[in-house]
């Protein structure tokens, strides 16, 4: 089955800072990739999400980026804010809306 | 529009006691998804189903069964609780014109 790795496992920066979370999946298959940002106590909440036949998509201060070959894709978070602070996970999806997540990336911003 | 809702939010059970996680949604979704949450990592995948009648397991799913009667419900069984078995559970459902997960509030399941 498909497996996915996340890194780092926690990031601090400054504000203002950018902010980059990285991710590989094993599975060629996969087409659907989202990145959730989950807050304590809170459910996953989608923030971006990209499909295979893209390699980049961007929405205001956040960005994603995919290489299909290298079998990875990356968030990317410019001017990062304290409210930015959570923890966000990969995800990527073969078919059949069944998500298999990466292990999630702890993100503090120092204001 | 409720979205998806999850029933109870939080419960404790006895070893070996059984009890049904309820999950609902109204957006007349096809696809819908348990996922388990255990403290500090990330969600892993129990059972799934594309429609009505039709479920598949997921990465995890011993000691869990499901049932997708209807479109709009996806209970999620324990059938004998474990300690390992506690943890947040995350019901999400998505619909056939795009990939987007929309997941459910959770429930926090403790079992002594």
């Known amino acids: 089955g498909e497996n996915v790795e996340q890194h780092p496992s926690t990031l601090s920066v400054q504000e203002g800072d950018s902010a980059v979370i990285k991710c590989t999946y094993s599975?060629?298959?996969?087409?659907?990739f989202p990145w959730y940002k989950q807050e304590l106590g809170k459910r996953p909440q989608l923030i971006i999400d990209?499909?295979?036949?893209?390699g980049e998509k961007k929405d205001q201060r956040i960005a994603v980026t995919l290489n299909k070959t290298a079998k990875h894709f990356s968030l990317h978070i410019t001017e990062t804010q304290p409210e930015d602070s959570a923890v966000y996970f990969c995800?990527?999806?073969?078919?059949?809306?069944?998500?298999?997540f990466g292990s999630g990336t702890r993100l503090q911003v120092q204001p | 529009n409720a979205g998806v809702t999850q029933t109870p939010k939080f419960q404790v059970l006895k070893t070996g006691q059984s009890m049904t996680l309820q999950c609902a949604q109204d957006?007349?979704?096809?696809?819908m998804s348990w996922y388990r949450q255990d403290p500090g990592m990330g969600l892993r995948l129990i059972h799934y189903?594309?429609?009505?009648?039709?479920?598949d397991q997921g990465e995890v799913p011993n000691g869990y069964n499901v049932s997708r009667s209807t479109t709009e419900d996806f209970p999620l069984r324990l059938l004998s609780a474990a300690p390992s078995q506690t943890s947040v559970y995350f019901c999400?459902?998505?619909?056939?014109?795009?990939?987007?997960?929309?997941f459910g509030p959770g429930t926090r399941l403790l079992v002594l």
């Open positions: 999400a459902s998505s619909g056939q014109g795009r990939e987007t997960q929309y």
């Open positions: 599975d060629s298959a996969s087409n659907y």
């Open positions: 990209i499909r295979s036949n893209v």
């Open positions: 995800a990527a999806e073969t078919g059949r809306r069944a998500l298999t």
């Open positions: 957006m007349n979704h096809e696809y």
């Open positions: 189903s594309v429609g009505a009648g039709i479920t």
